[in-house]
């Protein structure tokens, strides 16, 4: 499967906790996005990356939430101290060029209990 | 700004006719707009996708057409299926860097 993959697919912790979420894009898009998805919403945008750089960060994105691009290719999301605001499905997307088609992965829907 | 409204908000249709889905934005700058398909429980599937240089596209049962003008886009259904419910998302890329959605469209057509 060449599509974008996210893991895990479902993560219920314990609020306070830390959680960490991986995406692997598909191969040659140098764009990674970060969206989060609530009931009933469309995806939000929370940040994007090409290649390894970090370029734009929504307001949404408080300090709790750091993402990683280290090599260009996989990122990873890290929430800190979940709160029960945190639930939600974070959704990864990729695409080659800034005006490239965003293919949006499966998610990682997490719940904060 | 990077608002989007969709209209209307649930639209139930019997098989075979036809579904509209109107879409307005508010970034006169932009100049592309895409159309996601999601199932339940499922990742938003990119069904189509315009350019500002062009007025319409068609694939197969479903065209987008866009009035720039205005500030709005449209996705056109043909011949409704069972499998074209689902929830409807228009977008319009912001600042040249991320996608601004809507609110989406739940969409039933009636068998």
């Known amino acids: 499967d060449t599509g974008v993959s996210q893991d895990p697919r479902h993560k219920i912790t314990k609020r306070g906790q830390n959680v960490t979420f991986r995406c692997d894009p598909i191969?040659?898009?140098?764009?990674l996005y970060w969206y989060r998805q609530t009931l009933g919403q469309g995806p939000e945008f929370l940040t994007y990356?090409?290649?390894?750089?970090?370029?734009?960060k929504s307001r949404l994105l408080s300090d709790r939430f750091s993402a990683e691009r280290p090599k260009g290719s996989f990122s990873t999301l890290e929430i800190q101290r979940t709160e029960q605001g945190d639930s939600a499905m974070y959704l990864c997307?990729?695409?080659?060029?800034?005006?490239?088609?965003?293919?949006f992965g499966p998610g990682t829907r997490l719940t904060v209990t | 700004g990077e608002n989007v409204e969709q209209h209307p908000s649930t639209l139930s249709v019997q098989e075979g006719d036809s579904a509209v889905i109107k879409c307005t934005y508010s970034?006169?700058?932009?100049?592309?707009f895409p159309w996601y398909k999601q199932e339940l429980g499922k990742r938003p599937q990119l069904i189509i996708d315009?350019?500002?240089?062009?007025g319409e596209k068609k694939d197969q049962r479903i065209a987008v057409t866009l009035n720039k003008t205005a500030k709005h886009f449209s996705l056109h259904i043909t011949e409704t299926q069972p499998e074209d419910s689902a929830v409807y998302f228009c977008?319009?890329?912001?600042?040249?860097?991320?996608?601004?959605f809507g609110k989406g469209n739940q969409v039933v057509v009636i068998p």
């Open positions: 997307a990729s695409s080659f060029g800034p005006e490239g088609e965003q293919y």
């Open positions: 191969s040659e898009h140098n764009r």
């Open positions: 990356f090409q290649n390894e750089a970090q370029l734009e």
């Open positions: 970034d006169s700058a932009s100049n592309y």
């Open positions: 315009i350019r500002s240089n062009v």
């Open positions: 977008a319009f890329l912001y600042g040249n860097n991320r996608l601004a």
